[in-house]
């Protein structure tokens, strides 16, 4: 009789949670549905300010593209007065830009949701449905990115609301709201072009008033908008399902629009190689045939210099420089530019002279009487393309090195990239010419990636800082190291091929450039 008892109240109880279980369950079916149905109802527009365009912000655009964000870009054209945003206050621009040309005209959308955002430093890593899910389910009005350091007036920590879990501070790199109340706050601003857009905005959240009249909240566990800077820590990448995301840890939260605000530019770069799903476990690269061109199809080929050098004593000189006459591109097209700081080297060089001044009409030869350090050669090679109007691209290859394939240069310049440069490694070794990160003080670090990548488990894009020029585009050279003594263990890729126009001259240093350059078979790509 007990057991019998036992088991009539054991049913009794499944059966009251059933109940109870299935109503829950119908409810939770409605509430998703009205989400839904909310997000078609609701319209989402992206507005970026950018007064010029730069690697940053085509990354920024490919990402939007890639989600079919609808994005309306301001500014362009306009001398940028908003100070130094990385080392200084500033920024008020933006919200001028906004209030003079943008918000007026949509404060009367109601169903209309504004996602202001930066874009040099900035990728998205879902879509419009994720994002405005997220907005929907946070219950406000405007939504704003949150941060764990406070800028730029520390004094008003105390003023902030008290948070028990999640950051804290208002950041303005990103945020969200219905346009009708993006309007109304923006509407606020009478302050100059260089005064600082966050302050403005801390002030409106942290008046208790303006709050509940915005109805804002902060992103407190970064569901939506993930700065880096001061988050470092909290952030790893995610490959599952043949995505990659970025995750905060912390949260356990994968955040949709990726802000490397502050010094974490090149840990963005990090990201910006496999976010969005740019590389995946499942496809690997998925960008690296993205907008290649196709040499077959023009009649014109692009003129080439190329720079080489002979900064030591060299063995099989007279076999390197024939192999450059048996490359497979037009030598009207080409240009040589020769430095030679060996006088061992004089002969070889003449007897190259005089079988290539027949078929490519223009060679420089910079002979050991000009004593030039290795830089200054360098320098020389590239103001001989830079000066030249006609020249399109600068190949640069050092004589130890050995080129395998005739059509290496138009492999490269097929590419279709600003920075093309290999991934040299030695046979059962994790020694590489590649750097996966830099330290605080812009030396080598390994990277989390940095294994995979050199034992070939990870083929991917690469990044690297390229040196400002003036007024046009500079396609920057990164030679190629393969060493005739290092034959057997090094890998037998090309060395490198750049484009350069009228830029400063520079003496490439590691420190001076903080590669993130990473390989993809014979091929690499520039995307910050």
């Not at 912000?57 to 994005?71: D, E, G, L, P």
């Not at 030396?443 to 070939?456: H, L, P, T």
Request: aromatic share 12%.
């Amino acid at each position: 009789q007990t057991c019998l008892k036992l088991i009539y109240v054991q049913q009794l109880l499944i059966y009251q949670s059933y109940l109870i279980f299935v109503p829950f369950l119908y409810c939770l079916h409605l509430v998703t549905k009205l989400i839904l149905k909310q997000n078609h109802r609701h319209k989402l527009l992206v507005i970026t300010v950018a007064t010029k365009e730069s690697d940053g912000f085509h990354r920024f655009m490919q990402s939007a593209k890639y989600f079919n964000y609808t994005v309306k870009v301001i500014g362009q054209g306009e001398e940028w007065r908003g100070g130094d945003g990385m080392n200084s206050i500033g920024g008020g621009q933006k919200s001028e830009i906004n209030e003079r040309n943008i918000m007026e005209q949509y404060a009367s959308q109601k169903n209309l949701i504004i996602l202001f955002t930066d874009c040099f430093d900035v990728i998205f890593a879902g879509g419009p449905e994720e994002i405005l899910k997220k907005f929907l389910k946070s219950n406000h009005k405007v939504v704003f990115a949150a941060d764990g350091i406070l800028w730029p007036d520390k004094k008003l920590a105390d003023k902030y609301p008290i948070v028990h879990i999640g950051k804290r501070y208002l950041n303005s790199g990103g945020f969200m709201g219905y346009a009708p109340y993006i309007n109304r706050m923006v509407q606020l601003w009478n302050l100059q072009d260089n005064d600082d857009d966050q302050l403005f905005y801390t002030k409106i959240y942290i008046d208790p008033v303006k709050r509940e009249t915005f109805n804002i909240t902060l992103d407190h566990k970064c569901k939506i908008f993930q700065p880096l800077n001061g988050a470092i820590d909290e952030v790893v990448l995610k490959f599952e399902n043949g995505k990659t995301r970025v995750k905060n840890t912390f949260y356990e939260t994968l955040p949709v629009a990726i802000n490397g605000n502050g010094p974490t530019k090149i840990l963005l770069n990090y990201f910006g190689n496999y976010v969005p799903n740019s590389w995946t476990q499942d496809k690997g690269c998925t960008l690296c045939e993205f907008d290649t061109v196709d040499l077959s199809t023009v009649e014109v080929h692009p003129n080439v210099t190329i720079g080489i050098f002979i900064e030591q004593p060299t063995p099989f000189l007279p076999r390197f420089l024939d192999i450059l006459l048996t490359l497979d591109y037009p030598k009207e097209a080409l240009k040589l530019f020769i430095h030679n700081k060996e006088v061992y080297h004089e002969k070889d060089i003449k007897v190259f002279f005089d079988k290539a001044k027949y078929e490519i009409s223009t060679i420089k030869i910079v002979g050991p009487e000009e004593n030039l350090s290795q830089s200054e050669a360098r320098n020389m090679g590239m103001d001989f393309c830079r000066q030249d109007e006609k020249c399109d691209y600068y190949f640069s290859v050092d004589a130890d090195v050995v080129l395998t394939n005739p059509r290496t240069l138009k492999i490269l310049i097929e590419q279709n990239r600003k920075i093309i440069a290999p991934l040299v490694t030695r046979h059962g070794k994790l020694w590489s010419n590649f750097w996966g990160a830099l330290s605080p003080d812009g030396y080598y670090a390994r990277s989390e990636d940095y294994v995979d990548i050199v034992q070939g488990k990870r083929v991917q894009n690469s990044f690297a800082k390229v040196i400002p020029g003036k007024n046009t585009i500079l396609l920057f050279c990164i030679e190629m190291w393969i060493r005739v003594t290092e034959l057997l263990s090094a890998l037998p890729y090309f060395s490198a091929c750049q484009s350069s126009k009228n830029v400063d001259s520079y003496s490439p240093s590691y420190k001076d450039m903080p590669l993130n350059l990473e390989k993809h078979a014979t091929r690499f790509s520039l995307n910050s």
